[in-house]
């Protein structure tokens, strides 16, 4: 079974800080990872994708890089601004239609 | 393209009753998927489906729990007789046929008291 494991469980920076959060999982087989944004008693907000045959993707400030081969994912934030601050979740799919969440990162930045 | 709407976004329930949970998917998404996220803890995969079908339900707790996402109309997670470790936000996603991206809708948030 997949377990998916991100570390720190939460992180506070001065506003304009670049920062990388981490994620870990034990089974290499993955179908793709997806990066969610999630603010306290929302929904759930897609950052990234990367199918397993990727390395990395980009989106504006963001940047995510994955590892099959060790097990890791880490979401890049350059230049973190205040309204980044949320939980940030890892998510591992081996099939594509399921899902393995880790519990997350909970990001403050400070003004 | 109104998103993933789930309704309602809040519910209470006393003990032993029932609670209906409702999703509709994005326009032209045929994939819809339940998760529950319990207190201090990450999002569990509950069901996938697609229309009439119940692809992948691995996640569901074996009693009291039930999906359905009919050919017409929304996909409904219906929990009889809950608990009050039911208590829990519940969210559905959905995707269209083929692709590996998930939207999420912003959660059912079921309190029983």
């Known amino acids: 079974k997949q377990e998916v494991t991100q570390i720190p469980a939460a992180l506070s920076v001065p506003e304009g800080e670049n920062l990388v959060l981490n994620c870990s999982f034990t089974?290499?087989?993955?179908?793709?990872l997806q990066w969610f944004r999630q603010d306290p008693g929302k929904g759930l907000t897609s950052l990234l994708l990367?199918?397993?045959?990727?390395r990395e993707q980009t989106s504006g400030r963001l940047n995510a890089s994955l590892d099959k081969s060790s097990g890791r994912s880490t979401l890049y934030i350059a230049a973190s601004q205040p309204g980044d601050s949320a939980t940030y979740l890892c998510?591992?799919?081996?099939?594509?239609?399921?899902?393995?969440f880790g519990t997350g990162t909970s990001l403050t930045v400070i003004p | 393209n109104a998103g993933v709407m789930q309704n309602p976004r809040h519910l209470v329930r006393r003990r032993g009753q029932e609670a209906r949970l409702r999703c509709s998917p994005m326009?032209?998404?045929?994939?819809v998927y339940w998760y529950r996220q319990l207190p201090e803890e990450g999002l569990k995969f509950m069901v996938y489906?697609?229309?009439?079908?119940?692809?992948?339900e691995s996640g569901m707790p074996k009693e009291r729990f039930s999906a359905e996402f009919p050919k017409e109309g929304p996909s409904i997670l219906r929990i009889q007789q809950v608990v009050r470790g039911d208590s829990a936000a519940y969210f559905c996603?959905?995707?269209?046929?083929?692709?590996?991206?998930?939207?999420f809708g912003s959660g059912t948030r079921l309190t029983v008291v």
């Open positions: 990367i199918q397993s045959s990727q």
């Open positions: 489906l697609q229309k009439e079908n119940i692809i992948d």
């Open positions: 326009k032209g998404h045929s994939h």
């Open positions: 996603a959905s995707s269209p046929q083929g692709q590996p991206s998930y939207t």
């Open positions: 998510a591992v799919s081996s099939t594509g239609n399921q899902f393995y």
């Open positions: 089974d290499s087989a993955i179908y793709n």
